[in-house]
Every structure is written in C-alpha cells, then in structure tokens.
C-alpha cells in the first residue's frame, strides 16, 4: 500500500516569495491534515479536511496561508507571501474517516514532509 | 483542552540499555495516546497506540507503553536498544470526538551510544 505522498521535498524561496506544497494521502483516507513542525518541536495543526470540508483551520493564518481540497483526495497548501518565520517542515497526514472501525479514529499516517526555508 | 509534556528534551543511552522516555498528557477523559518516531528528515512513524482496553500496549519494533491513568502518564519503553532506534520521539494525545485535534509533546531525542 502507498503511504502518504508529498512534493517538493525540499524548497528554498526567498521571503515575500509564494509557495506551494502538494499531498497525495492514502488511497481510502478521507481525513487530510497539514502539520507545521518548526525545529526542534512537535508538529503543530494549521488544517483538517475531512472529504473537501476544512473541519478545523483555526490554527491556520489565514492573511497568508490557504489550502485546498477541491475533489476530496489530493490537496495543496499555499504560503504567499512567504516570510522568514515560515521556514519549517511542512507535514501532511492521513487518516481513516471518523465513525469507522473503532482503533482507526485517530491514526493519523504521515508522508516525508516538505522542507522549505525562506532566505 | 489537552496537552503533553515530555520531560526528557535529550536522552543518551548504551547500546543494548533499557530505555524509557517519559510522556505526561492532560486531559478530561481518557484519551487516545500515541508514540511516533521520526529518523532524521522523515515523516512521523506510528510506534504504538492506547485507546481503550489493556493498559500495556505494544508496538512496532520492540517497543511498549504503558497507559497509568493515576499518573496521567504514557511512558515508551524498549528492553535492549539498537543504535538504529536513535531518532526523535514523540508522544501525542487525542480525543474521542471528531471536534478535537490530536496534540503532540515537543518530543525527546534520543542518541544511542555504540
């Protein structure tokens, strides 16, 4: 089974900059969520989707962050413009819908992550 | 609303050493609790999880925990330690509910020694 997908890997922009990172999640998983992992730190929630409906995006700064789920599956996370605090890991996680099986709730798989850091 | 806390920012121990790293949660139920690792420049694993049921849990690689409701506690434990068991580790507490969001604990790093 293919894990959680995530692009670019790796990204350098200057500030002021726009940026875009892209999430594939598991095939079936119907909850998409956006992490921010600063260095040296848990993983923070900027957004939870689940189907196309952001649930919770109260963590999200939403002057210059957005995020996108338009069909359900795949989903993009937008930074314009990018500033210097934003240089951090971005993670996207997938999980089982809620109310199914009892146990697969609340796990939440993980892809590699986009490191991005802003010159 | 919950929280966690692990107390150890930094651990070293030996090669073939017991290990275990602390993880203290806060919340108003009995919540689902995690450990994840994560090897450098990598995702977040999944080692283990508690949601109801026997309160010693075991996991991927060797690895258990052990839920204390009394200390509010979920500590990760390995009898023998490999040196490719040194990563980050993070322990995470959710909810029962759709409405809350799993929280993660700023993690321990654990280095192993040869």
């Known amino acids: 089974e293919a894990g959680v997908v995530q692009s670019p890997r790796y990204k350098i922009i200057e500030k002021k900059q726009p940026v875009a990172f892209w999430c594939n999640p598991i095939?079936?998983?119907?909850?998409l969520y956006w992490y921010r992992q600063n260095l040296g730190q848990g993983p923070e929630l900027l957004i939870r989707y689940e189907n196309e409906e952001a649930v919770d995006d109260s963590q999200l700064p939403k002057d210059r962050f957005s995020a996108e789920r338009l069909k359900g599956v795949d989903s993009t996370l937008k930074i314009q413009p990018a500033e210097l605090g934003d240089s951090a890991v971005y993670l996207c996680?997938?999980?089982?819908?809620?109310?199914?099986?009892?146990?697969?709730?609340?796990?939440?798989?993980f892809g590699p992550g986009t490191r991005l850091l802003v010159l | 609303a919950q929280s966690v806390t692990q107390p150890d920012i930094h651990i070293t121990v030996s090669e073939g050493a017991s290990l275990e790293l602390r993880c203290n949660y806060s919340?108003?139920?009995?919540?689902?609790l995690f450990w994840y690792v994560q090897s450098p420049g990598q995702g977040l694993q999944l080692l283990l999880k508690y949601f109801s049921g026997d309160t010693l849990v075991q996991g991927i690689k060797g690895f258990e925990a052990e839920f204390k409701r009394s200390q509010s506690s979920f500590n990760l434990r390995k009898p023998s330690v490999h040196w490719s068991d040194a990563a980050e580790y993070f322990c995470?507490?959710?909810?029962?509910?759709?409405?809350?969001?799993?929280?993660f604990g700023p993690g321990t790093s654990l280095s192993v020694i040869p």
């Open positions: 919340y108003g139920a009995t919540p689902y």
């Open positions: 095939s079936g998983h119907n909850t």
């Open positions: 995470a507490v959710g909810a029962k509910t759709s409405y809350d969001k799993v929280i």
């Open positions: 996680a997938s999980g089982a819908e809620w109310g199914g099986l009892a146990g697969d709730q609340e796990t939440q798989y």
